[in-house]
Structure formats: structure tokens, C-alpha cells
């Protein structure tokens, strides 16, 4: 975990990579919470955060899911959707003096059916079906464009699975 200084010239001279979480239940409804920080504050917005430096995907899935909304997604349950480019005016920290910006992988699985509850930077969770959050100028156009034909932020889409390698804080080792 980087110190505060640190996260705050990271955000202001690079990028970051995140993971957002696509949780639908059995009737096709997307679990979203409303932010109460930057970026993106006051908007309706998939789960999601940035992926630490040596975490794996399965490893950042789970810190995320957990942390957001106390339940644990399964890796192995997750599909990845594609990676998003996210770019906001504004930071986490207030300073008028640079924006942030994310390369984000979209994950989708089925969200548990009951236990998760928001963490402090959501002030609220709800369920929402895909045609009510597309008309609703509350929810955030990054979340929108997960559910449109042809985002203008996607880089690349997929249908994979994640594999949970690393989850005991190895490095994958990829062989020849």
C-alpha cells in the first residue's frame, strides 16, 4: 500500500489499473453504489478500485468485492469483460491541478444473494436493471457504457475467464 504522498503523485503523473465488478443477480439487475469520493462522486457506479502493485486479478477481485461489499467474489467466477479507459477531471484528493486516469478490466459474475452491504465510500447500494441505469443521468457514463453496443472508452473486449493463480501471493510463472 503506497503512503498518501506517494498515491497522490501517482495519480498525478501516471495512471492506474483497476478492476471493476459487473455483479447481476438472478434477474439480470447490476448491484451499482453511489460515490461519496472522487472521481466520480455523487454518481451511481459498478464496485470497483485500483489493483495494487504484485496483486493478482483474482487477488484484487477479492480485496475489492470484500472491501466494497463485504462478500467475496470467487475468481473462478468471474468473467472479464474487456478493458476500459477511464479518464475523470478531477482526483480523490481535491487538487484542482491534475485529473486521473485508469485502465480499467471489467469483470462480470453473479452477485451473491445476500450479505453485501457498502463500505464508507458509498452511501448507498442498489440494484438496478439495464434500461433504467442507461436513462438515468445519475449513473455514471463509464458504468453505462458496460451495457452499450460500442463504448467510446473500450480498448479491447473478451470473454474470459479469470484464472485464480497467485492467490497465495506467488508470482504466476509463465513457462516456455
Known sequence: MLATADFRELVKNG???????????????????????????????????????????????????????????????????????????????????FDTCYWVIACQAALPEEGFRPDSQHEDLRLWDPQSLLADPTVHRYTKNYFVADPDNLFFACQAPVEPVGLTGERPVRGS
Open 15 to 97: 495512471l492506474l489499473l483497476a478492476v471493476d465488478l459487473i455483479l447481476t443477480d438472478a434477474e439480470g439487475r447490476v448491484l451499482m453504489g453511489k460515490r461519496q469520493n472522487a472521481p466520480a462522486r455523487g454518481f451511481w457506479f459498478v464496485p470497483g478500485g485500483r489493483i495494487f502493485k504484485n496483486e493478482t486479478l483474482a487477488q484484487a477481485i477479492q480485496r475489492v468485492s470484500s472491501t466494497e461489499l463485504s462478500v467475496a467474489i470467487a475468481p473462478a467466477a468471474v468473467t472479464v469483460r474487456g478493458l476500459f479507459l477511464h479518464h475523470y477531471p478531477d482526483n480523490v484528493f481535491g487538487d484542482p491541478g
